[in-house]
């Protein structure tokens, strides 16, 4: 099992540039997340999907869209990159009553 | 929504000393973890623990959701040990999962 993949590792943009972050898992996991890290911060909630075919809002939806395509995939989009979304992304996943696994993460710089 | 606070936010250890890490919730939960992320960023999980007490080689963990508060405690601390510790928390009823801001543990050799 591959777990939780995120792709890409690294991205620079330019302000107003758009981009899609893809999240993939292998568990068959209904729930799948996305949160940001800011440098010397905790991590913050940005959108979750509990199942496939739903999604929510969480702690810091502005400036992002997501997508859940099934069950194994789940991504976001940032429509109009700003210098205040340079974070780094972390994609999740569990099931109900069970550990949360998280990607590897995306360091994204907004120029 | 639910809020999560951890204390002490940074802690400086001498290798070899013990520590206790706190996790205070504002309500009801049905799943908590506790990670420690690795200075290279990676999130490892040490505990999914929404009650009771569970160990792990120096490692042990305790949840008393009644009183809305978990503890994580290290001992015979070493130098791996540092890092971020960071506790995350579902309220009952739903899928949201939220982070405290986290504890910054240094563990000095």
């Known amino acids: 099992n591959a777990g939780v993949t995120q792709t890409p590792k690294f991205q620079v943009l330019k302000t107003g540039q758009s981009m899609t972050l893809q999240c993939a898992q292998d568990?068959?996991?209904?729930?799948m997340y996305w949160y940001r890290q800011d440098p010397g911060m905790g991590l913050r909630l940005i959108y979750y999907?509990?199942?496939?075919?739903?999604?929510d809002k969480g702690e810091v939806p502005n400036g992002y869209n997501v997508s859940r395509l099934n069950k194994r995939e789940f991504s976001l989009r940032l429509e109009s990159a700003a210098p205040s979304q340079t974070s780094v992304y972390f994609c999740?996943?569990?099931?109900?009553?069970?550990?949360?696994?998280f990607g590897p993460g995306t360091r994204l710089t907004v120029l | 929504g639910i809020q999560v606070e951890q204390s002490p936010p940074d802690l400086i250890l001498q290798e070899g000393a013990n520590s206790t890490l706190r996790c205070n919730f504002s309500d009801s939960v049905n799943n908590l973890q506790w990670f420690h992320q690795n200075p290279w960023g990676q999130l490892i999980n040490l505990f999914y623990i929404p009650s009771g007490t569970k160990q792990n080689g120096r490692l042990s963990a305790t949840t008393v959701a009644t009183e809305r508060y978990s503890l994580l405690y290290i001992s015979s601390s070493q130098t791996t040990d540092s890092g971020v510790y960071f506790c995350a928390v579902g309220n009952t009823g739903g899928f949201k999962t939220i982070f405290g801001a986290g504890t910054r543990l240094f563990v000095k050799a």
């Open positions: 999907s509990a199942s496939e075919g739903t999604t």
């Open positions: 999740a996943s569990r099931s109900t009553g069970t550990t949360i696994f």
């Open positions: 568990m068959n996991h209904n729930s």
